[in-house]
């Protein structure tokens, strides 16, 4: 059973910095696309940024774009995201998610989901 940990949210300043991190137990993710989703309150799970096993394809939602950075490190079973240049409306619980291949679209279905963890950007 693949669990995932996602860690490295809290409180920030707009425009400042915060780096998420989602640590995969369970089994090898080297060759499962992994995802950072995101809720606001009151709103909708919306996709955020993707990343295939190799990293060489990485989308991301037009909000985010020129601000996130996806990565992994399959050695450690981990993705990260690097988000920059922090938002009010980037507020929201943020998820990571990991499915096997075949990949059927970038915005999903995943097969597994984190608990998740908090981004709280201050205006």
């Known amino acids: 059973q693949v669990q995932l940990v996602e860690s490295g949210g809290g409180l920030v300043q707009a425009g400042g910095s915060l780096r998420l991190s989602c640590a995969a137990s369970?089994?090898?993710?080297?060759?499962?696309?992994m995802a950072w989703f995101r809720q606001a309150p009151g709103k909708e799970r919306e996709f955020v940024a993707a990343?295939?096993?190799?990293?060489?394809?990485?989308p991301y939602a037009a909000s985010v774009k020129g601000r996130f950075t996806i990565s992994r490190d399959n050695a450690k079973n981990t993705v990260y995201l690097q988000m920059n240049v922090l938002k009010p409306e980037d507020t929201a619980v943020y998820y990571c998610?990991?499915?096997?291949?075949?990949?059927?679209?970038?915005?999903?279905?995943?097969?597994?989901w984190g608990q998740g963890t908090q981004v709280t950007v201050s205006s």
């Open positions: 998610a990991a499915t096997p291949p075949p990949l059927r679209t970038w915005y999903g279905p995943y097969d597994y």
């Open positions: 369970g089994r090898t993710l080297s060759t499962y696309a």
């Open positions: 990343i295939g096993w190799s990293g060489n394809t990485t």
